[in-house]
């Protein structure tokens, strides 16, 4: 449907005759005339009926025009959104991330984000860091924290992950400045559900250390196992992109044969799929915030380095 002829429908509609709608749309009498004749035909139906030197809506026309006018909204807001678009200053940006990344990193990041860049729109899927791999891969989200060892994935380095162990200041660990995972061996453990990079990690090193898990817990929030490792309910195990530092407790990096048990993680995109021109400045911004600010820096600096990979 031409949306000419829905512009000269309102136009005189409004304008309550040709004439002036004439003026107002900037085009000839006859050609307002010819495209209300032409709409007319093309709905066969009779909008207006004439009264004097007048015209009046008919019955069909007063139901059409709150539609008419719904529909040049809904076009001239599309219009409105691709300038937007090709001008880089706004989009949808769907990013997937853990619930520390969210809240340790994100939730500062996005509050300078909104007042430099009001038209760009950010939905947060929240999952775990491997789960979150597949959901890139499937095209659920755009961006994703992920961990960099992740293969066929686009990505920006942003910081080391360490697994630690988080117990109560009382615990005899507490006075350690690093926990081999073989010492780990009979303790009551508080896990993150599998899905989650650092369970993964952790899990693999103890199969290497031959190490079988007492799991008293299995959750999918942080904050829980956090919050019970704090209480004494058993050792938390947690990555070290921790938000907040446990209250009462103490988080000490887990080692294997003394070398850190983590990965690097990265903000990833499937390099398959085409990115919108405006994410380009999103990622630049977002990684130089996660970089200079990395949570856990404090066990960033007491664990041994982890080798940062180099990305395809």
């Not at 000269?8 to 005759?17: D, P, W």
């Not at 929240?126 to 499937?138: K, T």
């Amino acid at each position: 449907m031409d949306l000419q002829r829905l512009r000269a429908f309102v136009a005189v509609s409004e304008a309550g005759g040709v004439g002036r709608a004439s003026v107002r749309l900037n085009l000839s009498q006859p050609a307002v005339t010819r495209q209300i004749q032409s709409l007319q035909t093309e709905l066969d139906v009779l909008l207006f009926e004439r009264v004097g030197r007048t015209v009046r809506l008919t019955a069909e026309g007063e139901d059409l025009l709150e539609r008419a006018r719904r529909i040049l909204g809904d076009a001239d807001a599309l219009i409105e959104r691709a300038r937007v678009l090709k001008g880089g200053s706004g989009g949808l940006i769907r990013i997937g991330a853990t619930p520390p990344m969210i809240e340790a990193v994100l939730v500062r990041f996005l509050a300078g984000q909104r007042r430099q860049n009001p038209g760009l729109q950010i939905e947060i899927i929240e999952d775990g860091g491997a789960s979150l791999v597949s959901r890139l891969r499937a095209g659920d989200v755009d961006l994703a924290y992920v961990p960099a060892a992740a293969s066929r994935l686009a990505g920006r380095l942003l910081y080391p992950v360490h697994v630690v162990a988080v117990v109560p200041n009382v615990h005899p660990f507490a006075r350690n400045r690093l926990i081999e995972v073989a010492e780990l061996a009979g303790e009551p453990l508080l896990v993150l559900r599998r899905g989650f990079g650092s369970r993964a990690w952790f899990d693999r090193a103890c199969e290497r250390a031959d190490v079988r898990a007492d799991l008293r817990l299995e959750s999918s929030s942080h904050s829980v196992v956090l919050g019970l490792a704090s209480a004494g309910y058993g050792i938390g195990i947690l990555p070290s992109g921790l938000p907040r530092a446990p209250r009462g407790a103490r988080a000490i990096p887990i080692v294997a044969d003394g070398c850190s048990i983590g990965q690097w993680t990265m903000l990833a995109w499937d390099a398959r799929r085409q990115l919108p021109g405006y994410a380009a400045s999103f990622i630049d911004d977002l990684v130089r915030f996660a970089r200079s600010a990395p949570p856990g820096r404090a066990i960033l600096r007491a664990a041994p380095a982890i080798p940062a990979p180099v990305l395809g």
